[in-house]
């Protein structure tokens, strides 16, 4: 998966006439590319656009501008019967669990659905879906509850078996944990590391906690305002982290070690409006470190080796 | 010692049965201090925020126990009396802000009618239009407290105008405004980005040592209480289990509930793997007699399934379980 350029801008309208009067700018010329088999995490805080990003590349949303390119073919603009294909092989697990399973249809009838409407397994959709159970870590006897019948965790595996139904190759996980309890959170991140060992999935993981991300990604994106601020291989960014705003986030984490002292990074101001035109750096509001030229022009980026980039006239 | 919850029970009558949301709780909280309460998804941590407040919905009762706040029984106190010391003496900080606030009217408004309603020294005044200046004065100063930049425009604004981290800084505000001696925070900060969150939390630092009041910090976070409080108590199936130093309980864990829960946690500091609990939580309807973690504890004795513990002291430490009464 290769996504160039990805940009999304949604139009608010207003008056009697419903013009557009003025855009949201969500994503703004992201680029970054997953490999098979390999898991990367993107993380920012609400609003930096990351949940756009998967949405765009499932094809929930139809960019503004760059293409998306999966297995090397360009699916920005696939439409119709070619679209319903490339769905089976990029799926997406949404945030809340609750909200993504209908509470009138039991788990069988959720997993039968989804195989049906792509006419797959016809005839032994049954034996199927008791097979993605067991994958997930259920069993039979959870075919015939009814969501509010199941625990978070097992909701969240219901949603995943889902996901796999159709077999895909890239899954674009949308807070997989965000509405677990932390006894549970690690069980789920298990499963989907186990899976992905199994059948070489790829995943797309988006998520504001960085501890998720370091536990099962290998590379990790930055977020804010729609744009990239840093990109590197998970360890590398935890020990080094180079833009002003990962060191912030990552001081920000609480850590459950009261013997541990840190200095905090405590950032001043708000996250920027979104409905504001990007003017250089998204960031220069918050940063402590900000100089003339970070209000003037749009910082380049720099690649610091090993795949580590960063977007910060600091480092220029 | 500014509140003592003592053998605190609470039920809730529903058409699935009784459901025995709090089955005892003890801690107690001393002036000036943060206490972490900590505990998963039905815990009854929010259950005894709303009893202490006494704002348990209408099927729900406390069945026995005390909960003194600076002497006085809040069990014993009819509504009218509970009305004078809520939001006066105990304040409260709701997860989110959003429904907290009212959203047709402006955050002046809401901040005046609370200081008119409860502020002694505006009470004091005789004419409306002096009162409303003052008050206005005074909420303009706590919008300062709270860094908020120009609070006067502020001040004019809906809520839906402001954003989540502004939001719980207005209620910040106005929690610090009536001089409380109790805040409880209900998971105060768990809607917000963590680099607000850490803002948020460093102006409620800032606030509490300038006032001297006490946070009761309920959050299912136990890193925010690693970093912010000074005791913790760790709650399950509507009981206080592990309740001491912060220091103590969290390097040292004695309950293999608080174990459990350590060890569950992703790690950024450490490359530790995390072990899930095996299991849930006890269903609040047919509750175990003996100890609500027996199905999920990995040291189970017998006598764990017959009878709850009783609470043992170790090293300054409370913590209710079998393993250490034997000893």
Same mark, same amino acid.
């Given at each position: ?28 010329? $992201? ?27 499932? *094809? ?11 297995? *090397? ?47 797959? %397994? ?24 009814? /969501? ?9 595996? $219901? ?39 199994? %059948? ?28 990239? $601020? ?13 833009? /002003? ?31 504001? /035109? ?11 470190? $900000?100089?003339?030229?970070? *209000? ?18 600091? *480092?220029? | 010692? !500014? ?30 201090? @943060?206490?972490? &309460?900590?505990?998963?998804? =039905? ?23 005390? @909960?003194?706040? +600076?002497?006085? +029984? ?41 200081? &008119?309603?409860?502020?002694? +020294? ?20 706590? !919008? ?19 954003? =989540? ?16 001696? &109790? ?23 800032? &606030? ?7 946070? !009761? ?5 136990? =890193? !925010? ?6 005791? @913790? ?45 095996? =299991? ?21 004795? +017998? ?25």
């Amino acid at each position: 998966m290769e996504v160039q350029n990805l940009t999304k801008h949604f139009p608010i309208l207003g008056g009697i006439l419903q013009r557009t009067v003025g855009y949201v700018y969500a994503v703004n010329g $992201v680029n970054f590319s997953i490999n098979k088999g390999e898991t990367c995490g993107l993380v920012g805080e609400s609003g930096s656009g990351k949940t756009t990003v998967g949405k765009l590349i499932v *094809k929930l949303l139809e960019p503004t501008k760059g293409k998306i390119f999966f297995e *090397k073919n360009d699916v920005t603009n696939l439409k119709g019967s070619d679209l319903k294909l490339y769905r089976r092989s990029v799926q997406m697990v949404f945030q809340d669990p609750y909200a993504s399973l209908n509470p009138r249809m039991t788990v069988k009838d959720m997993l039968v659905e989804v195989m049906r409407s792509h006419k797959i %397994y016809e005839g032994s959709e049954y034996e199927y879906a008791i097979k993605l159970l067991e994958r997930v870590g259920m069993s039979e006897e959870h075919l015939y509850r009814y /969501p509010h019948e199941l625990s978070g965790g097992q909701r969240q595996r $219901v949603v995943i078996a889902r996901a796999l139904c159709l077999d895909p190759k890239f899954i674009v996980l949308d807070e997989p944990t965000a509405s677990l309890d932390v006894s549970v959170q690690a069980q789920i991140l298990d499963l989907l590391k186990e899976l992905q060992e199994k %059948y070489n999935y790829s995943y797309l993981l988006i998520t504001h906690n960085l501890a998720v991300v370091k536990y099962i990604s290998k590379k990790i994106i930055v977020m804010y305002r729609g744009i990239v $601020v840093e990109k590197a291989e998970t360890n590398d960014l935890f020990k080094e982290p180079q833009h /002003p705003y990962t060191i912030s986030l990552l001081s920000a984490i609480p850590v459950p070690d009261p013997t541990l002292v840190r200095k905090k990074i405590i950032l001043k101001g708000e996250p920027p409006d979104p409905i504001e /035109p990007i003017k250089a750096c998204p960031f220069q509001d918050r940063c402590p470190y $900000v100089m003339a030229i970070c *209000k003037e022009k749009s910082p380049p980026e720099i690649d610091l080796g090993k795949g580590h980039i960063v977007k910060c006239w600091l *480092k220029a | 010692m !500014l509140l003592k919850v003592e053998n605190l029970k609470v039920e809730f009558y529903t058409y699935r049965g009784v459901v025995h949301a709090l089955n005892g709780v003890n801690f107690h909280l001393d002036k000036g201090e @943060i206490l972490g &309460l900590a505990g998963e998804t =039905g815990s009854g941590k929010s259950v005894t925020s709303l009893a202490i407040q006494k704002l348990l919905p209408p099927n729900a009762k406390i069945i026995s126990g005390k @909960i003194l706040f +600076d002497g006085i +029984d809040l069990v014993e106190l009819n509504e009218d009396e509970m009305r004078k010391i809520r939001g006066k003496r105990i304040a409260t900080i709701f997860q989110d802000p959003h429904t907290y606030l009212n959203p047709v009217f402006r955050i002046e408004k809401q901040f005046i009618d609370v200081l &008119l309603a409860h502020d002694p +020294d505006i009470k004091k005044v005789e004419l409306k239009k002096e009162r409303e200046k003052l008050a206005r004065a005074k909420a303009i100063e706590m !919008l300062k407290m709270v860094s908020m930049p120009a609070p006067e425009r502020i001040l004019k604004m809906f809520p839906h105008e402001l954003s =989540g981290g502004m939001k719980q800084r207005v209620l910040l505000a106005l929690a610090f405004s009536l001089n409380p001696d &109790l805040i409880i925070a209900d998971e105060a900060t768990t809607a917000l980005d963590v680099t607000i969150q850490s803002q948020i939390l460093d102006i409620m630092e800032k &606030l509490r040592r300038g006032k001297n009041v006490s946070i !009761l910090f309920i959050t299912h976070d136990l =890193g !925010l209480i690693a970093e912010n409080c000074q005791r @913790i108590a760790i709650m399950y199936g509507g009981r206080v289990v592990e309740f001491g130093d912060v220091k103590k309980v969290l390097t040292n864990p004695l309950h293999p509930y608080t174990q459990g829960l350590i060890n569950a946690l992703l790690r950024i500091d450490k490359d530790i793997k995390p072990v899930s609990i095996p =299991g849930t939580v006890p269903d609040l309807v047919n509750l175990p007699l003996g100890c609500p973690f027996y199905s999920r504890c990995a040291y189970a004795l +017998d006598e764990c399934n017959k009878s709850f513990p009783e609470p043992v002291i170790v090293d300054g430490v409370r913590v209710n379980c079998h393993l250490f009464a034997r000893k």
